[in-house]
């Protein structure tokens, strides 16, 4: 077999089978591993609702809804609900954005936080995974709080810091923060037409069934 001269155009046309084939064998093992990498960040972030909130009996997953960036959940016990599950984050990390699920009690106290995922520093900034730092969360109102800012104590609040890891820190805090804000704001203290935390019915439902019943007992009067 005759030696293919060695030319640029030979060159280019063998980078270019190389990157062709590379390319289908990666988009080949892209599609059999993303339902699996879906189904298995999923599973994590069942577990981590199961870990933060009290005991429940309904599928919080299916009570999902996107706030402000941010996915709560709902969870009751015999038709009361006992909590909220909040899936936050903070682009504030040393290694930048790591996610959060923060679990709400019906009057905004915190019951536990877990770490969903983060890229902080070995042994520094990943201490945020360790109980030590996160229990200290456990039980906390921040609307008891100075200024209801969560903070570290550096910068005059109630947490204590990881040792040489303070950004890391900050940045956790950053991540409860901004679900407490969202959760007090739409559940909370709710808008008008917000859904009763306690009843599952709406300002709007609640005033258009006392408007019919008040109507319905004139017209009766009316009519004796």
Same mark, same amino acid.
């Given at each position: *077999?005759?030696?293919?001269?060695?030319?640029?155009?030979?060159?280019?046309?063998?980078?270019?089978?190389?990157?062709?084939?590379? =390319?289908? =064998?990666?988009?080949?093992?892209?599609?059999?591993?993303?339902?699996?990498?879906?189904? =298995?960040?999923?599973? &994590?972030?069942?577990?981590?609702?199961?870990?933060?909130?009290?005991?429940?009996?309904?599928?919080?997953?299916?009570?999902?809804?996107?706030?402000?960036?941010?996915?709560?959940?709902? =969870?009751?016990?015999?038709?009361?609900?006992?909590?909220?599950?909040?899936?936050?984050?903070?682009?504030?990390?040393?290694?930048?954005?790591?996610?959060? *699920?923060?679990?709400?009690?019906?009057?905004?106290?915190?019951?536990?936080?877990?770490?969903?995922?983060?890229?902080?520093?070995?042994?520094?900034?990943?201490?945020?995974?360790?109980?030590?730092? !996160?229990?200290?969360?456990?039980?906390?109102?921040?609307?008891?709080?100075?200024?209801?800012?969560?903070?570290?104590?550096?910068?005059?609040?109630?947490?204590?810091?990881?040792?040489?890891?303070?950004?890391? !820190?900050?940045?956790?805090?950053?991540?409860?923060?901004?679900?407490?804000?969202?959760?007090?704001?739409?559940?909370?203290?709710?808008?008008?037409?917000?859904?009763? *935390?306690?009843?599952?019915?709406?300002?709007?439902?609640?005033? !258009?069934?006392?408007?019919?019943?008040?109507?319905? &007992?004139? !017209?009766?009067?009316?009519?004796?």
């Amino acid at each position: *077999m005759a030696k293919l001269e060695s030319s640029l155009m030979n060159m280019v046309l063998s980078l270019f089978v190389i990157s062709l084939v590379m =390319a289908a =064998a990666l988009g080949f093992v892209y599609n059999i591993t993303k339902e699996p990498i879906a189904e =298995a960040i999923k599973a &994590k972030e069942v577990n981590a609702i199961k870990e933060v909130l009290p005991p429940f009996d309904n599928d919080p997953v299916s009570t999902i809804t996107d706030i402000e960036g941010l996915s709560f959940y709902k =969870a009751t016990m015999g038709g009361e609900i006992v909590g909220y599950a909040a899936k936050t984050y903070t682009d504030k990390g040393y290694s930048g954005r790591f996610d959060l *699920m923060v679990g709400f009690l019906p009057d905004g106290t915190i019951n536990k936080t877990v770490v969903l995922q983060q890229k902080e520093t070995p042994g520094l900034g990943n201490n945020i995974l360790q109980p030590k730092f !996160s229990d200290q969360f456990k039980n906390i109102n921040i609307a008891n709080l100075n200024d209801q800012l969560l903070s570290v104590k550096k910068d005059g609040g109630t947490i204590d810091a990881i040792s040489a890891a303070t950004i890391s !820190s900050r940045a956790y805090c950053d991540g409860i923060q901004k679900a407490y804000n969202a959760f007090i704001t739409n559940y909370v203290n709710k808008p008008t037409d917000s859904v009763d *935390m306690n009843t599952g019915d709406s300002e709007s439902d609640v005033l !258009s069934d006392t408007t019919t019943n008040a109507e319905s &007992k004139e !017209s009766k009067g009316g009519r004796k």
